[in-house]
Each structure stands twice: as C-alpha cells, then as structure tokens.
C-alpha cells in the first residue's frame, strides 16, 4: 500500500527558531498532500492543502507567512514553522492522496513539535 | 455546532468484549466515512471506509452507516488488548479533498 514518511518524529526548537518538518510519499506521487495539526484529546485540524508546482492553500485563521509550505516536487512537501513559539507546540500530521487506489488517502506517522 | 461529534470517552472493556463506537454529524453532504485507528504519537492508520449507507465488514470489525440519522458506527468483535488505541472517526462530501475528523474516542482493552 502507499507509504507517507515524515520527518522528523519529534524536535524540540527554542524560541524564535524555525523548524521544518519533510512528508514523502515512498512509492507513489503525490500532486496533493495536506497538513494537519492536532492537539491532545482533540481532533485533526487541516491547515493547508499542498499542490505541487504552485501555492498551498490554507485553510481560516491559519498564517501562511507563519506555517510555510513547500510541494516543489510530487514526492515531497515541507512544513516550516517560523519564529516558532510555545503555542505552536503540538503534533503535525501530513497526508498524501494516492490517485492509483480507490482510497488514497494516506498520514505520514506524524512529528511532535516542542518549542520551548 | 461541530460538523462531526464524537465522544472522547474514555473506554475500557474487557479482551473478548464487544466494542461500539459511534459518531454523528450534521452535514447531510458527506457522502464518505471513514474510521482510523491512532496508536499514542503516531499518525492515523485507516481501518475501514464505506461510500454511502450501507454496512461493511472486515474480519473482526464493522462499519455501519446511517445517513437518514447522521450516524455511523464502528463495531470491533473479540477485542484485544492490542485494539487499545484512539478511534477517529471521519467523513467528507463527494467532492473536494476536505476531511472533517471526530475528536477520537480513546480505547482500552483490558487482558
């Protein structure tokens, strides 16, 4: 089956930095991935849709110039938090839509962000 | 009113216990419903997905799905201790690529 691999799994970032987190699909491509944020004992929120070649498209309330998002090939987007703070601390889960299955749709394994 | 409502629990039963999970929803245009399983830290795995009403069966789980009640159901037979995890349940209209997910309710399956 299709396999999304994120990375990385967890990270811990101070203040003020910026982190970037990789989603891959393995063994297909991926002209959509999307990007998901949950926090404890509450639900997937999507922030963005990625397309490859062109720009994300982010979903209400969430800052772009914050979450950068790149999808500059059809097996790879990245997530880029910047200037990142304490309340941005929390698990992004990226998903990729496999179009060769009946249901593409697969999650990476996530990646706990921890900023301090 | 959230789209999907889902309750948290948590649940516990004991191994060999019948276990049903439910959500309903308000938005009569979902037309796909979907049931994850996420283990702690890890990325939703699906388990089941049906198009429509209907009922659908794999192995020791069902999925049943209600439309005129905006309803649907999980059903895990013979539950085993490594069943305990988050169940999500998630739905979305026939068109688009937007998924609109339960809050998860939690699992345990007690040897």
């Known amino acids: 089956g299709a396999v999304v691999s994120q990375h990385p799994s967890r990270v811990i970032c101070k203040s003020g930095t910026s982190v970037k987190i990789e989603c891959r699909s393995l063994?297909?491509?991926?002209?959509?991935m999307f990007w998901y944020r949950q926090f404890p004992k509450q639900s997937l929120m999507l922030m963005a849709t990625?397309?490859?070649?062109?720009?994300?498209?982010?979903e209400q309330g969430v800052e772009k110039d914050k979450f950068l998002i790149n999808h500059a090939s059809l097996t790879l987007s990245t997530l880029t938090v910047t200037s990142a703070h304490p309340e941005d601390s929390s698990f992004y889960i990226c998903?990729?839509?496999?179009?060769?299955?009946?249901?593409?749709?697969?999650f990476g394994s996530g990646t706990r962000l921890t900023v301090v | 009113q959230k789209e999907v409502e889902q309750d948290p629990g948590p649940l516990s039963v004991p191994e060999g216990a019948i276990v049903s999970l439910n959500c309903t929803y308000s938005n009569s245009a979902f037309q796909y419903f979907m049931w994850y399983r996420q283990y702690s830290r890890k990325g939703p795995e699906l388990l089941m997905y049906?198009?429509?009403?209907g009922n659908k069966e794999d192995g020791r789980f069902t999925a049943q799905v209600d439309k005129s009640s905006k309803y649907i159901s999980l059903f895990i037979r013979d539950s085993q201790p490594s069943d305990s995890a988050t169940y999500l349940c998630?739905?979305?209209?026939?068109?688009?690529?937007?998924?609109?997910f339960g809050t998860g309710t939690s699992l345990t399956v007690i040897p």
């Open positions: 049906t198009y429509s009403s």
């Open positions: 998903s990729a839509r496999d179009w060769g299955q009946e249901y593409g749709y697969t």
């Open positions: 998630a739905m979305r209209p026939s068109t688009g690529n937007q998924f609109y």
């Open positions: 063994d297909f491509q991926a002209t959509t």
């Open positions: 990625s397309n490859e070649g062109s720009k994300a498209t982010y």
